[in-house]
């Protein structure tokens, strides 16, 4: 998949409508609230999520974190909130996928793989099968108790580029992701979108200029990672 002209910015973690409002202000394209983990940080209860998602204007998507892997369970979760995209932290079946498109079909699917190294790319590919983007993050779906994202760790930027390369859906880069850091995200993987959580927040909380300095040096990257692929072959920069 080639690279977005303009990276999305998914502020995740939203804990409140205050924190919804002021990530939309300062130009969030979409907003994440986390349900019930195994572990990590960010979780919310469904009563502040179907509140908050209730409140957010089009076109601003809201993302719900679900680490339930069976469609029926998802779906009820769905349903209950009212979420416009599923983001499944959790690995699912492709029949979970396709059962979840078939009885939401206004509702996006975005599956999460955790980058762990070079068999993650063989795991991307069988992923995008049913779902409508994938999302790279930092976790470890194999441990006794499973990271399933949170975890403010950056993982290997040079297989996120091979997957973004590979895949034929649009993909998002979590993990680690901070103002400082986040230009050479998006020259090195070139993602059609950014999640963020820990990485614009400040003892806990939302904070508007971490935030604001984030979306600043993202679009300012992208907009050089695109002059370089038109470059015709052989010209150098100057």
Request: aromatic share 2%; proline share 5%.
């Amino acid at each position: 998949m080639k690279s977005a002209a303009r990276p999305r910015i998914k502020v995740c973690c939203i804990a409140s409508r205050e924190e919804a409002e002021l990530a939309i202000a300062l130009g969030a394209d979409a907003l994440g609230l986390v349900s019930a983990m195994p572990s990590g940080p960010g979780v919310v209860a469904e009563d502040v999520i179907a509140d908050v998602v209730s409140r957010v204007p089009p076109p601003v998507a809201t993302f719900l974190l679900t680490s339930l892997v069976e469609a029926d369970a998802i779906l009820a979760q769905q349903r209950r909130l009212g979420a416009t995209t599923l983001q499944l932290v959790d690995r699912t079946t492709v029949a979970t996928r396709r059962a979840l498109r078939a009885a939401l079909p206004g509702v996006r699917i975005v599956q999460v793989v955790h980058v762990v190294g070079a068999p993650s790319l063989d795991e991307a590919l069988a992923a995008q099968e049913a779902s409508d983007a994938l999302l790279l993050d930092s976790g470890n779906a194999d441990l006794a108790v499973k990271e399933l994202g949170g975890t403010g760790r950056v993982h290997d930027w040079v297989t996120s580029a091979r997957i973004r390369e590979a895949v034929d859906v649009p993909l998002f880069l979590a993990g680690g992701l901070r103002p400082d850091n986040v230009a050479a995200a998006v020259r090195e993987v070139g993602p059609f979108g950014l999640d963020i959580c820990s990485g614009v927040r400040t003892d806990g909380r939302l904070d508007g200029t971490k935030l604001r300095s984030l979306i600043t040096a993202a679009r300012g990257a992208q907009a050089g990672f695109r002059r370089r692929q038109e470059l015709p072959l052989g010209t150098e920069r100057r």
